[in-house]
């Protein structure tokens, strides 16, 4: 989802997100990398829709590895907190900070 926030997500605070990108994992992908499971919000309210391939013969299935979910998270995360300061571009992650001029 295109949500970041200080704060756990919750119910409302997902209202409206996006999908960024899905894929089936298994559910130790959130676990062992230490978020968790808070709640669920069906994807119909916000006019989405889960992309599930059928199981026929070829049927073509993305799967994700544990630390997939935490790449994608990080990436999102820096792609919104780029800011402009001074003329200079201000790249903020969890992992690094750096001023690129």
């Known amino acids: 989802m295109d949500w970041i926030g200080v704060e756990p997500p919750t119910y409302d605070s997902l209202a409206g997100g996006a999908v960024v990108a899905q894929a089936k994992a298994h559910f130790e992908a959130i676990t062992n990398t230490g978020g968790a499971v808070l709640g669920l919000r069906p994807l ?22 544990w630390e997939t979910i935490a790449n994608k ?29």
């Open 44 to 65: 119909e309210l916000d006019g989405l829709m889960a992309v599930i391939p059928g199981y026929a013969v070829g049927a073509v299935h993305r799967v994700w590895g």
């Open 73 to 101: 998270a990080e990436q999102l995360a820096v792609r919104q907190l780029r800011v402009s300061v001074g003329g200079m571009l201000l790249c903020l992650s969890s992992v690094s900070v750096g001023v690129l001029h």
